[in-house]
């Protein structure tokens, strides 16, 4: 049985499952915000792990975890706890212990992950990832994430003679923010940047965009082509205008890309690069839960089949290795 930590509301988890019935390959799609109302989790153990289960209240199914093959971390919503519990010290207590459960549920599951939950929450951290982009060998922009004024105004200035763009962390479909170049009136506001980090970076100039998707050792890319958009400091503002193409990475970047993932420890991935004018692929960021379906809408890749017959592979040979393993 496949494991679908995700919800209805996302539309690739709904598209994988759809394919998954379709062959009538077993999942469950654990949606994480009806735990703990609408979800019983148990865990058992004596002298080992007897078990790990539980009962979905709403289907009136029981779902055994334990011997579980693959798990897929897709997007998890935030628990919601019981309208009962009013107190905020009562409230703060519920959502971590019932985070800690969840938490010590996904290390204790046999199954393998696309993408680990630990090593995924690592992987999202952007300052993190391009630490490890440079350390793979990728050439990555100059970059200052900095709530200290004058480090900003520094950094800023140094780069005097390159447009310099700032960034969020984060962003969600309730507070979406493009990618922005820095002009003098933020650099009068410059003041601001106590309230929170703001990124910091090189513009790269850019013939092309470059989304690279990976699933294990498989490598799809598209080239998005935004020149006559009117936008060059981030393609997804007029994404609908550009020219979205499939395009073929060169191998020794193919190479790089996997080392990258490996170091990190991902079996999926979604990476942006830049293709600047003089030939150079620069990297921007990676999202451990990038979408694929807008390529596919544009181009001829298959991503949900490859990633359906990625996740039925694998539970076939997990399955073929224990009964081989077994006594």
Known sequence: M??????????????????????GVPYYLFD???YPKNIQLSFELEKQLKSISLYDMLMEKSIDLTNMK?????????IIIYEQIKDFDAIQFTCSECIAALSGVWDSMNAYWINNPVLDEAASKKLFQLKVA???GFLVPRTCVTNNKQKALCFANSLKHTKVIYKSFLATKQAWRETRLLTQDEMDKMENVKFAPVIFQEFIP??????????????????????????EYDYRVHLDKAVIKSYDLPAGIQHKVLQFMNRLGLIYGAIDM???????????????????QFLE??????????????????CFTLHSNER????
């Open 32 to 34: 994480t915000s009806a």
């Open 134 to 136: 440079a350390e793979a």
């Open 274 to 292: 830049r293709l600047t004018p003089g030939g150079d692929f620069y990297f921007l960021e990676i999202n451990t839960a990038g979408e694929w």
């Open 297 to 314: 809408e544009q181009t001829t890749l298959k991503i949900t089949d490859y990633f359906v017959d990625f996740m039925i592979d694998k």
């Open 206 to 231: 850019s013939v092309l965009d470059l989304r690279i998707t990976v699933i294990g050792s498989k490598i799809f890319c598209i080239s998005v082509d935004s020149s006559m958009c009117g936008y």
């Open 2 to 23: 496949i494991l679908i930590v995700s919800s209805l509301a996302d539309a690739h988890a709904v598209s994988v499952t759809k394919k998954l019935t379709e062959r």
């Open 324 to 327: 081989v393993l077994a006594p």
């Open 70 to 78: 693959v798990a897929w971390w897709r997007r998890p919503l935030p």
